[in-house]
């Protein structure tokens, strides 16, 4: 039978019990110490540190955002082994770039910080995929690309995790996409029940067993050029 | 990933003298024991066939919500599973764009809804530190007994659905007796049952009427009985450990990489509680435990569930015997409504009182992220400010999405049936996970 | 039975003066009290509504008063379909095929705010009211509606069951969607009753 353990306090480098912050400042609070770890580590490719409510906020160049991750990961002394987030935001000032936001967490020494990216929005957004760091990048990157449409390079299986996959009326967490879509609401509608749950199934699953081969044709002669089902 | 084996006790070997399959009584010793002897072999032909493909939900009765689970089954036992949200994907971030913040508590009953005012709490702590608002010492306390009531309200749900998924149905009905419970003492406080909104950016909604804490103390006294009378029923019972012990393991490095948190990472062995590690609500100052499993698999979740239950009412007992006088709310109007006197009252009051109600408050420019815990992980709100009345960006970090990504991993070499009580153990919230 | 065709002949009732044959009226009125007090529903439970609904069937409010503890989450075997909880654009489709796999006689009832006309979700996401996807006979406001409410509406709808006559001929007929839109409500009408709260097509409403 399972005992139960009172909670470890946890190997903290800095020793000290945590605590409930009080009076946070605005700006003025002091910064994570790996955000210094970062700027000795990958000079060129920080482009500044902010700390804003007591959180250490780092902006990275996007083409280095993976290696820099990987190391955040992997290093002895920064050992960041809990990605919580992976988010985008964009801001209501068109000029200002969209922002990839990664949250980090290294549960040792006990840490949080937040990375972030800027893509610019005349080209296309894309940037690297933390699948191979964390499993939990899988789904998170999945969300991020069906709401904001921007690409992870090297992610397995990108497709639309909350909306269905051939949903046309755009990327939904846009600033230029309406609250309300797109369409009309007879539109919507039209377009959402056009779709047989049946042919739902993605592409993995109908490789499996016979599935394939029970398909009428013309969806097998589809399928086989690489067109992706309703899912 | 463990296996599980059956032993089957034959009483002869099934073969007649020729080799030929035979019917054969069963043959007993002296005590009436069946003899035991070796599976024979090749009794069975090998069975080949192709692989199946089933599809659960999303309308099912044990998905927990409208979860799709499409597996690949060997027989009965799952190759690979593809798990399909996003179809209760309401736009919940979108919305929140065009809501100020006060208005967003309303949203963030409905997502996680078996945690309401968990997620009330959650949020205005997060709010509240993108204005760089400090609460009074009341509201603090009050808030702590509204995220453990809500914790244990969030946690007889998940026992009630998880005995019936596993077959058990009565103590579903004890849980959601007790549940009624807290459901008047949450509508006494704040007038609705589920979708509370009891909190505001800078305080509560409103304070506990008087007589309140004598139903909570009365609730502290009697929950025991119920927590004993399921422990008696479930926790040695052999149906429930066979059916449980075993399941869906989890190591705790694969746990941590997979971004599990709550009670599945604790049961995977990592102490990792955001209210130890990383506090909020002074929760440094309240004297509990958090139970930690070995095992990671189905039964250590649920007894790290079931001990948190008991933790939970030893912090709402501090929490009752510590709660000091003085105002709930901040002493703040252009943050937080004036006293309803006041405001029909003095014209200073009118107008701030207008103003946060029409406009809403305003915070400075920047960012926040704010992390609790809830029943179910590490919930976070992640909020972008442009100093404007409604949010840049809103952003839900859901514990529920993220545990249930590590179902594929999960149920892997398992048979059909321990698809759905893995299912179940993760405790999943489809509100939140598609918002 | 909620969107039937316009009925071509009286209406029949329990009045002496009714042309209705005695044994008929006595048939119908054994039918109609079966079927009431055995509704067999099939919760179609998404969110908040959906646990409102299980704290209505569980032992503080008992649905097994009203026959309808036996949750059947099969839509063959159902009578009602209880639609609790919002209902995304996703999920759509998936509603319209149960409700087309349940046999007649059925009936739905829309519980919460959500599905009876979209609730607080007035977005891209959610179908704004159920009743453009299916016909609903009892809508149930509520957000989410108190377990008293959603038995108020139950009891409303077996008022409606128990006051139906077999000699309506319509009424089991299932109304066909339009095939080129697959709406139940045209596509003009749906158009023009979400106009005033601003879809993105006209949006009148600025900001929010």
Not at chain 2, 208 to 228: K, N
Not at chain 2, 269 to 290: Q, S
Not at chain 3, 188 to 200: M, R, T
Request: proline share 7%.
């Amino acid at each position: 039978m399972t005992r139960f353990e009172v909670v470890r306090t946890g190997a903290s480098a800095t020793g000290a019990q945590p605590a409930t912050q009080r009076n946070v400042s605005h700006r003025g609070a002091e910064a994570n110490p790996s955000a210094k770890a970062l700027q000795d580590k990958f000079s060129t490719a920080i482009k500044r540190v902010e700390v804003i409510w007591a959180e250490t906020i780092v902006y990275v160049d996007p083409a280095a955002a993976h290696e820099i991750i990987r190391w955040l990961h992997d290093d002895q002394s920064q050992q960041y082994d809990f990605l919580i987030d992976v988010t985008a935001v964009e801001y209501r000032d068109a000029e200002v770039p969209i922002e990839v936001v990664w949250h980090l967490r290294s549960l040792p020494y006990r840490r949080f910080l937040r990375i972030k990216a800027q893509l610019p929005k005349g080209a296309p957004l894309e940037i690297d995929s933390l699948w191979d760091i964390y499993k939990s990048a899988d789904w998170l990157e999945r969300e991020c690309y069906d709401m904001f449409g921007i690409r992870f390079r090297g992610h397995p299986d990108l497709r639309r995790i909350l909306m269905w996959e051939s949903y046309k009326e755009g990327y939904p967490l846009r600033k230029d996409f309406p609250l309300r879509g797109r369409f009309s609401r007879s539109e919507q509608l039209r377009q959402a029940l056009a779709q047989n749950p049946e042919a739902r199934y993605s592409m993995e699953e109908l490789t499996i067993a016979d599935a394939f081969a029970e398909l009428p044709e013309d969806m097998r002669e589809r399928l086989g050029k690489g067109e992706r089902t309703g899912e | 990933m463990s296996k599980r084996t059956v032993e089957v006790e034959l009483s002869t070997s099934g073969l007649d003298a020729q080799g030929r399959p035979q019917r054969i009584p069963l043959v007993t010793n002296d005590g009436g024991a069946a003899v035991a002897l070796q599976p024979p072999p090749g009794l069975e032909p090998d069975l080949e066939g192709e692989h199946m493909l089933i599809n659960i939900g999303p309308q099912h009765p044990a998905t927990h919500g409208v979860l799709r689970l499409v597996l690949e089954l060997d027989g009965e036992t799952v190759v690979r599973c593809i798990p399909h949200i996003g179809y209760l994907h309401c736009g919940f971030e979108k919305i929140g764009e065009y809501r100020q913040y006060n208005q967003i508590i309303c949203w963030t009953d409905r997502e996680d809804y078996l945690n309401s005012i968990g997620n009330n709490v959650a949020f205005a702590l997060g709010a509240e530190r993108l204005f760089g608002i400090e609460i009074t010492e009341r509201c603090k306390v009050l808030r702590v007994i509204a995220s453990e009531l809500s914790r244990i309200m969030s946690h007889l749900v998940w026992l009630g659905t998880f005995c019936i998924d596993i077959g058990a149905f009565t103590p579903f009905l004890w849980a959601f007796q007790r549940r009624e419970e807290i459901y008047r003492l949450i509508e006494k406080w704040v007038g609705a049952r589920l979708t509370t909104s009891a909190t505001r950016v800078g305080g509560m909604a409103a304070d506990i009427p008087s007589g309140w804490m004598d139903g909570l103390r009365q609730f502290i006294r009697t929950f025991p009985h119920t927590l004993d009378e399921i422990d008696r029923v479930l926790t040695r019972n052999a149906i429930w450990v066979g059916r449980t012990v075993g399941l869906g393991v989890m190591t705790p490095e694969e746990a941590i990489n997979w971004g599990l948190s709550g009670p599945m990472l604790r049961a995977s062995g990592v102490d990792y509680d955001v209210r130890k590690d990383f506090p909020y609500l002074d929760y440094e100052t309240y004297d509990f435990e958090v139970p930690v499993g070995t095992n990671g698999d189905v039964y250590d979740r649920y007894l790290v569930r079931f001990e948190e239950l008991r933790q939970s009412l030893r912090i709402l007992q501090q929490a009752a015997d510590r709660l000091p006088d003085g105002p709930v709310n901040i002493d703040d109007p252009r943050i937080i409504l004036p006293p309803k006197s006041k405001a029909t009252s003095e014209m200073e009051s009118m107008i701030y009182h207008f103003k946060v109600v029409m406009e809403g408050p305003r915070p400075p420019i920047g960012e926040s992220y704010v992390a609790v815990e809830s029943p179910k992980g590490e919930k976070g709100y992640y909020m972008v400010s442009d100093g404007t009345a409604k949010p840049v960006r809103w952003r839900i970090r859901p514990p529920s999405f993220v545990n249930l990504a590590a179902i594929p991993k999960m149920v892997e070499g398992h048979l059909l049936s321990d698809v759905i009580a893995i299912n179940a153990s993760i405790d999943i919230v489809m509100g939140e996970i598609d918002r | 039975m909620g969107l039937t065709a316009p009925p071509e002949h009286r209406t029949v009732s329990y009045a002496p003066e009714s042309q209705e044959g005695w044994v008929a009226t006595r048939l119908d009125f054994l039918v109609n009290w079966g079927r009431a007090n055995s509704l067999w529903p099939m919760p179609f439970g998404t969110a908040c509504c959906a646990i409102e609904f299980m704290a209505t069937a569980a032992s503080d409010f008992d649905l097994a008063r009203f026959g309808m503890e036996r949750m059947s989450f099969s839509p063959r075997q159902a009578d009602v379909l209880i639609c609790a909880g919002r209902v995304p654009f996703k999920l759509a489709p998936i509603i319209r095929r149960i409700w087309q796999q349940m046999p007649q006689p059925k009936w739905a009832i829309s519980m919460g705010a959500c599905a009876s006309t979209g609730g607080m979700f007035d977005n891209y996401a959610v179908v704004q009211g159920i009743d453009t996807i299916i016909p609903v006979d009892v809508y149930v406001p509520g957000c989410p509606p108190r377990p008293e409410g959603l038995i108020y509406g139950i009891r409303m709808l077996q008022e409606k069951v128990k006051n139906e006559r077999s000699s309506d001929a319509g009424i089991r007929d299932e109304m066909e969607p339009d095939p080129s839109s697959q709406l139940y409500i045209p596509p003009s009408v749906i158009d023009e009753l979400g106009e005033p709260f601003g879809n993105s097509v006209n949006q009148t409403r600025s900001g929010l």
